[in-house]
């Protein structure tokens, strides 16, 4: 059986709607409270690598593939590239173009918001596919060790 | 017009990332993409070319509070050498490149060194200078390792560990400087410093920029990495490492913060020489005794360097000149020596000189272009190495510094003996017996040699009548920095 135990399988299943939660939550709010798309999305990257750990590498990957990873990774920073561009169009470079509102509300920051979450995209996928690469290693050296078991 | 000036950074970056999206889809334009963004930057540098200095202030903050982009005459002289040198590289990395795997990844980093040199040179802003400088210095990390062999994973590393030492050190410069003046904006530290801080907490920040600084343009107590570094990665990075980063990073940035921002006082006048002198007279030595040739002028950059290093410091308008011209000569010369060093390594299969001989037989072209940059370098006239190697020496003759001028001589003459070596083992001698049949190499990497080769002729047939101008309006802004604070804040 791939993965870890019984347990950390069970609490995994707990945990991982409130972690995906909590980040989205530190995303969408880091203009008003601590945090912002680089804490948002590093703790996006943690519940994929969490599900990685207790399922199984094959699990995670039908989640979220690295092909895909390595694209939203690109949409992210592209997005981003173009907030800086559409505010270029009307004025500044990186001019925030969106109208704001009252303080302390949700839509209240123009492209801040949208900033923080492609850097949450970029951020989140891009630690994920590191994390992925790193395992290549692994699995080269599970291959060895097989091998070596065999002569 | 202003308003194209972050199109330097915004065209390179952009591209990096939407070339990894298109390359997932169709297969083989990266080169291409790569090739107009780079002429695209060579345009928009010429149309902006002698125009007045001015500032741009990113997302319509005005500073001292906003990020701004200066234009002006020093950012001009690197925007252009950077410009040149890189449509140059990469019409020679399209044909070359085709032997690695994974070009859009490869092409995708060098669009994105390229966007952190230009946000280095015309950024107006310390904080932003570091994440330039950042970007530019981890993408050719990743560069210097896209052979993935051992060697190059090695020199990769130890890149890696003294450049992220070296800007941790920049780091905390800057973190004392925000913490003593209260302010990031380059312009608006340079008017805090003239009214007074503490300063025993500005000679602090000296020191560590000087190491941070030097580290990163390899003066000779900090050149450990490079002679690894060049040689390691492919021959259009090496060229763009020893060409254009090593100035980016290293010199600009000395002459932008010790001359400009904080006005050049004699403590670091004397440092800048005395370590200019070191890196000429032990990098020449080092170089000599090479017979890899990639190594070899890993170690001739180092050398190199310290002349203009030795220029800039001497801090007289001769001397000043002359450093900045040889700057640009060092560019145009040292990137076509590391092309023609790729180019026999793509035909030849190795580098190592012992191995080769009469190449210039079967490659007449990239002989030649070789030829001719070895001339340069040693200082031959016509060439451009020589008319600013000649300004150099005046200068300290001028300025009374006898033995220096002697030493340069010196290191000029082993220069010399040193690229005799080199052509009389690569171009000229036998050919060796299993060489017979090689070929000229593509079209696009020649074309990319004898553009540079014909910059080494007109640099120095005809710069000392024409380009002066460009030359003298940067040495200018360097020798009264208070002009600076005039255009670069409202």
């Known amino acids: 059986m791939e993965g870890m135990t019984f347990i950390v399988k069970t609490i995994t299943k707990l945990l991982i709607g409130a972690i995906f939660l909590f980040a989205i939550y530190i995303t969408f709010y880091g203009h008003l409270t601590p945090g912002g798309g680089f804490a948002g999305?590093?703790?996006?990257?943690?519940?994929?690598?969490?599900?990685t750990l207790a399922f199984g590498k094959k699990m995670s990957l039908g989640k979220l593939s690295d092909f895909w990873a390595s694209l939203i990774d690109n949409l992210g920073a592209i997005t981003f590239w173009s907030i800086g561009m559409l505010g270029y169009l009307s004025g500044y470079f990186f001019m925030n173009f969106i109208e704001k509102s009252n303080p302390f509300g949700l839509f209240s920051s123009g492209t801040i918001l949208i900033s923080n979450i492609?850097?949450?995209?970029?951020?989140?996928?891009?630690i994920f596919a590191v994390f992925l690469a790193l395992t290549i290693f692994g699995r080269f050296i599970s291959d060895l060790i097989a091998s070596e078991d065999e002569d | 017009m202003?308003?194209?000036?972050?199109?330097?950074?915004?065209?390179?970056?952009?591209?990096?990332?939407?070339?990894?999206?298109i390359t997932k889809f169709v297969r083989h334009v990266s080169p291409y993409l790569t090739l107009s963004v780079v002429i695209f930057l060579l345009g928009l540098s010429l149309f902006f070319l002698g125009h007045e200095p001015f500032f741009y202030a990113v997302g319509g903050w005005q500073p001292p509070l906003g990020i701004t982009l200066v234009w002006d005459s020093l950012s001009q002289l690197l925007i252009l050498i950077v410009s040149i040198i890189t449509l140059a590289v990469t019409l020679f990395a399209i044909p070359y490149m085709q032997q690695y795997t994974a070009q859009n990844k490869f092409y995708s980093l060098y669009l994105l060194m390229i966007a952190g040199m230009?946000?280095?040179?015309?950024?107006?802003?310390?904080f932003n200078l570091f994440v330039f400088m950042e970007i530019a210095s981890i993408a050719s990390y990743a560069l210097v390792a896209f052979g993935v062999e051992a060697e190059e994973l090695e020199a990769s590393f130890k890149y890696l560990i003294l450049g992220g030492v070296s800007s941790t050190i920049i780091l905390l410069g800057i973190a004392l400087l925000y913490a003593a003046t209260g302010t990031l904006n380059m312009a608006d530290i340079s008017a805090t410093i003239q009214q007074g801080v503490s300063k025993n907490v500005l000679f602090f920040t000296f020191a560590l920029f000087l190491m941070g600084f030097g580290l990163k343009s390899a003066l000779v107590p900090f050149h450990a990495w490079l002679p690894d570094a060049h040689p390691s990665a492919p021959a259009p990075i090496s060229a763009m490492l020893s060409g254009l980063i090593i100035k980016a990073l290293g010199i600009y940035s000395v002459a932008r913060i010790f001359f400009i921002i904080f006005g050049i006082v004699p403590i670091i006048k004397t440092i800048l020489m005395v370590l200019g002198a070191l890196?000429?007279?032990?990098?020449?030595?080092?170089?000599?005794?090479?017979?890899?040739?990639?190594?070899?002028?890993?170690?001739h950059s180092i050398s190199q360097m310290g002349y203009v290093m030795v220029g800039i410091g001497l801090a007289t308008p001769l001397g000043i000149l002359g450093g900045l011209f040889h700057l640009l000569n060092h560019a145009v010369f040292k990137s076509l020596l590391f092309l023609c060093s790729g180019a026999f390594e793509y035909t030849t299969g190795t580098r190592q000189l012992k191995q080769l001989g009469g190449l210039i037989r079967k490659m007449p072209w990239t002989g030649s272009s070789c030829s001719i940059a070895a001339l340069s370098i040693s200082g031959v006239p016509p060439f451009n190495g020589f008319w600013s190697k000649f300004i150099i020496i005046v200068a300290l003759f001028q300025s009374q510094n006898y033995l220096l001028a002697i030493i340069t001589v010196f290191v000029s003459f082993m220069t010399l003996i040193?690229?005799?070596?080199?052509?009389?083992?690569?171009?000229?001698?036998?050919?060796?017996?299993?060489?017979?049949?090689?070929k000229e190499v593509p079209v696009l990497m020649v074309s990319g040699m004898v553009i540079l080769a014909l910059l080494c002729i007109g640099l120095g047939v005809l710069f000392p009548v024409y380009g002066v101008s460009i030359l003298e309006s940067a040495r200018?802004?360097?020798?009264?920095?208070?002009?600076?604070?005039?255009y670069a804040m409202p």
């Open chain 2, 476 to 486: 200018n802004l360097m020798l009264e920095p208070a002009r600076y604070l005039q």
């Open chain 2, 2 to 21: 202003e308003s194209w000036l972050p199109i330097f950074v915004v065209a390179p970056l952009g591209m990096a990332f939407f070339n990894l999206i």
């Open chain 1, 41 to 51: 999305g590093i703790m996006l990257a943690c519940g994929f690598i969490l599900l």
């Open chain 1, 118 to 126: 492609a850097i949450c995209l970029k951020v989140g996928s891009s």
């Open chain 2, 118 to 126: 230009n946000g280095v040179i015309l950024t107006g802003d310390f």
């Open chain 2, 279 to 299: 890196s000429m007279v032990i990098g020449v030595f080092l170089a000599v005794g090479q017979w890899d040739f990639k190594r070899l002028l890993a170690y």
């Open chain 2, 418 to 438: 040193s690229f005799v070596k080199v052509q009389k083992y690569s171009l000229f001698g036998v050919l060796p017996k299993k060489l017979q049949d090689i």
